[in-house]
């Protein structure tokens, strides 16, 4: 089982940016990034295949994130920008997943915390 490792989290304020990273064990098929705000189900944010670099985001991001991999250091980034207070959460890696709607992975990191203040 790849083990995940996530860092980059912290507090910054309305229209700042902000990237996290994901360092992985080892190769897996698909990384993502999810997201869990207080009182709320966690939710998918986006994903990338490590062969082919594609990508897959939540319509909610309005084109707002960026997942990058790289290939030689086995992390996947996720780069924010222009965040929001609604933005705020804990930030979760996640690969093996069998449906990336209802969170269903096999592979969890612990989360970073991300705060956006007005």
């Known amino acids: 089982q790849v083990q995940l490792v996530e860092s980059g989290g912290g507090s910054v304020q309305t229209g700042d940016s902000l990237t996290l990273s994901c360092a992985a064990s080892?190769?897996?098929?698909?990384v993502g990034w999810f997201r869990q705000a207080p009182g709320k189900e966690r939710e998918f944010v986006a994903q990338?295949?490590?062969?082919?670099?594609?990508?897959t985001y939540s319509n909610s991001l309005q084109g707002r994130f960026t997942i990058s991999r790289d290939n030689a250091k086995n992390t996947v980034a996720l780069q924010m920008t222009k965040l929001k207070p609604e933005d705020t959460a804990v930030y979760f890696c996640?690969?093996?997943?069998?449906?990336?709607?209802?969170?269903?992975?096999?592979?969890w990191g612990r989360g970073t915390q991300v705060a956006v203040s007005s």
């Open positions: 996640a690969t093996d997943c069998t449906d990336w709607d209802t969170a269903r992975c096999a592979s």
């Open positions: 080892g190769r897996s098929y698909i």
């Open positions: 990338i295949r490590w062969s082919t670099g594609r990508t």
